[in-house]
């Protein structure tokens, strides 16, 4: 069937009933390529892995020092003041729930909180100006090649309640299994773009 080009993910309070629990620690951008493969589970939040994902997620609170030596250890700052900037510039969730649903979107029984869809820059283009024509604003774009799938599509759609674009990662490009000319658009599920998505 191939890979899918649209992920919902719902994060909750109450352990969720009907729908598998997947009991294994992983990066954030690789639960979202199991979804993107057709499976929908979910996990408890203590299973999210990257320590990234885990700050941007609002898992913990970790030392911000501490994680800006492993940005400039993973050569995604040029040293610890400005991976500190660039970290405390970061919308981020303040409190994760106990659980995160990942699943293919649409989904009969599993709603979403934000909605992350893959395609090519004219797929995504072409929603964007629908979008536009649609409701007369702009994708303001919060984008940094740092954190996408957990920061840039999850994070950020989630903290601000707006839609934004994203390249992928070093991280997240391999673990979500993008191809080369693919980019990434998430928005919450009470945005529009839902509604233009659906008028394809």
Same mark, same amino acid.
């Given at each position: 069937m191939g890979l899918r080009n649209t992920v919902g993910l719902s994060l909750t309070v109450k352990e969720p009933v009907g729908i598998s629990c997947l009991e294994k620690s992983d990066k954030h951008c690789h639960f979202i390529s199991r979804a993107r493969e057709g499976d929908s589970f979910y996990i408890r939040r203590e299973a999210i892995s990257c320590p990234? #994902? &885990?700050?941007?997620?609002?898992?913990?609170?970790?030392?911000?020092k501490s994680l800006a030596k492993t940005l400039v250890g993973w050569d995604d700052s040029h040293d610890e003041d400005t991976a500190v900037r660039y970290l405390k510039s970061a919308p981020r969730l303040e409190n994760c729930p106990g659980y995160i649903v990942y699943f293919p979107y649409p989904h009969e029984n599993l709603k979403p909180d934000?909605?992350?869809?893959?395609?090519?820059?004219?797929?995504?283009?072409?929603?964007?100006?629908?979008?536009?024509?649609?409701?007369? #604003? &702009?994708v303001e774009a919060s984008l940094s090649g740092i954190g996408a799938a957990c920061g840039e599509c999850t994070a950020y759609p989630l903290a601000t309640g707006k839609e934004n674009v994203s390249l992928g990662c070093y991280g997240s490009r391999p673990g979500m299994g993008l191809n080369q000319g693919e980019l990434l658009l998430a928005f919450p599920s009470g945005s529009r773009m839902v509604e233009v998505c659906a008028l394809e």
């Amino acid at each position: 069937m191939g890979l899918r080009n649209t992920v919902g993910l719902s994060l909750t309070v109450k352990e969720p009933v009907g729908i598998s629990c997947l009991e294994k620690s992983d990066k954030h951008c690789h639960f979202i390529s199991r979804a993107r493969e057709g499976d929908s589970f979910y996990i408890r939040r203590e299973a999210i892995s990257c320590p990234l #994902a &885990r700050f941007y997620l609002g898992i913990e609170n970790p030392n911000v020092k501490s994680l800006a030596k492993t940005l400039v250890g993973w050569d995604d700052s040029h040293d610890e003041d400005t991976a500190v900037r660039y970290l405390k510039s970061a919308p981020r969730l303040e409190n994760c729930p106990g659980y995160i649903v990942y699943f293919p979107y649409p989904h009969e029984n599993l709603k979403p909180d934000v909605i992350i869809r893959i395609g090519s820059p004219g797929d995504i283009m072409g929603l964007i100006q629908r979008f536009s024509c649609l409701t007369g #604003a &702009r994708v303001e774009a919060s984008l940094s090649g740092i954190g996408a799938a957990c920061g840039e599509c999850t994070a950020y759609p989630l903290a601000t309640g707006k839609e934004n674009v994203s390249l992928g990662c070093y991280g997240s490009r391999p673990g979500m299994g993008l191809n080369q000319g693919e980019l990434l658009l998430a928005f919450p599920s009470g945005s529009r773009m839902v509604e233009v998505c659906a008028l394809e």
